[in-house]
């Protein structure tokens, strides 16, 4: 048991360190083109910032809306940008998964002695989800009080939802074993995502709710960790943390079963 | 142990058919027509460790779905493969730390950013201890002369260039077998050379088992000791440089210079010698070494004339590669 707890912890160790090595090396890719980095990461903090905006005076003009008001917004926002932002800036690769597969990519991965998936997600960032990832915690220390709790929490929520976004990122992207190439598919389902994870969730009822946390998990990257950050619920934590790992571990188990059909391919890139 | 143990290896792929025109267009949205497509039939060979092996072979004849089985990519439909002993689709990531691959068509470098900061992340990748990852990056800038260059950004450097650090890249974890894909494509003669020397060394001082393909004639005179030739997803030939040379090479080229002119027209009459250039002085024949030999032809223009200076020209590797091909297809028509 000790040795299969040390052989677990090295492993663990070792990805962290390969997953911190290609951050550092992406972050580097990007800075070669400063403005171009730095621009698209202080416009996005500017563009979540207008969103926020944007809902501030709607809630000023209607009201709350089923006891949802610009507090919860600001809330789901962090959440939403914050999983959103990891996601892209660590495994920015997650949103070109499908495509990867559709190509024949995987194969420059499976040359190499790393899980392929990770290495694959890993090997590239999106410069605008830096702005994303910053945004959460300037948004939540402008308007929520921070205590070891409420930090806690945002670090918490962020992570987990983060996990569910590249969880669906994985799923979609297996698609392509089934389907080739579907890029329109997946756009419109990571779109309904972005949608549902953004927007108030006390409108959404009945069938939709269900498709929201079920089908289409947004309300848990974003609806429970909000909800947690407003009032902290055991059960509700819980569940969200059992949620989260089955619905990643579900998602591999999609993957692993598409990739018993991938062909490869013969392509010509040029790696960012 | 044999580096490369192929039995039996075989592997078809579905292939999309479709009709001419628009009503079969339509059609297979609905109804998918898919027909089998043999891309390697049954092969089997064997690689010694430092062997240095050209597979070669025309488009489409099997060699890449060859190398993706052998390096763990595709899973074969049947056939059994070890690779420095391994099973390479069931024991991938062992393999990975003993093969290195280069594809000339699929840069490894990191375009934005000095070839450098690739080879620390590879250095991460295999798991390299960092004093052992120093010394031997220190032995392969050395060896491939990249001193001036290994600190600016890839997309500046020239191919050749670009290519010497591909070949540190996949060398850094120090494999046993080097898998080459196409390596020298798009090279110019100064970086064919010295990539093909540098391939040489390797093999000469790690015993780096050498994998190449190419469809460039001289990585095949320059770096192979071997070479396997596989048409339609089957092995055609394999052998020595040498032995293809003799069983494919249907002609050689004579230069003839003379001092006394004549009209060799009328008194070269030798079966299997084609003359391709009388001028007074300079005479140039062509013969089918299946027919007569050029001792044969030699001495019999000797015997007549005074000859200043003589040229043997072998047949030209790209000739002999698609004189193979062409008699492969004809017997598969």
Known sequence: MDKVLKKLISMVVKNLDFIWAYLKYNLASAMEFRFNFLSQAIFMILNDGLFLLIWYFFFQYFGDLNGFGFREMIALWIFGAGGFGLVNAVFGNAANLGTIISNGELDFYFSFPKNHLLHALVSRTDLSAWGDMLFAPIAFFLFFPANLLSIFLLFFGILSGAMILLAFYILIGSLSFWLGRNEVLQSSLFHAFLAFSTNPSSVFQGVVKFIIFFVIPAGFATFWPADLLKEFVLSKFLYLILFTIIFFLFSLLVYYRGLKRYSSGNLINVRG | MQAVEVKNLSKKFEKKTKALGLKASFRSVFRKQLADFIAVD??????AKGEKVAFIGPNGAGKSTTIKMLTGIL?????EVKVTGLTPWKERKQLAFQIGTVFGQKPQLWYHLPAMDTFYLFGKIYEIEAKKFK???DFLI????????VYQPVRKLSLGQRMRCEMIASLIHQPKILFLDEPTIGLDVVAKQQLREVLNTMNKEEGTTIFITSHDAGDLEKIADRVIVIDLGKIIFDGTVKA??????AYKIIDLKIINGGNVKSKIKIPGVRILKAENYNWQFELDVKKTSVKAVLDQLLNIYQVEDIGIFETPM?????????QNSLKNK
């Open chain 2, 75 to 79: 899973h074969p439909d049947s056939g």
């Open chain 2, 244 to 249: 293809l040379k003799e069983k494919y090479a």
């Open chain 2, 42 to 47: 049954q092969i089997s060979f064997q690689v």
């Open chain 2, 135 to 137: 010394k031997r990056l």
């Open chain 2, 318 to 326: 790209e000739e002999i590669i698609s004189n193979i091909y062409a």
């Open chain 2, 142 to 149: 050395d060896k491939f002369q990249v001193q001036d260059f």
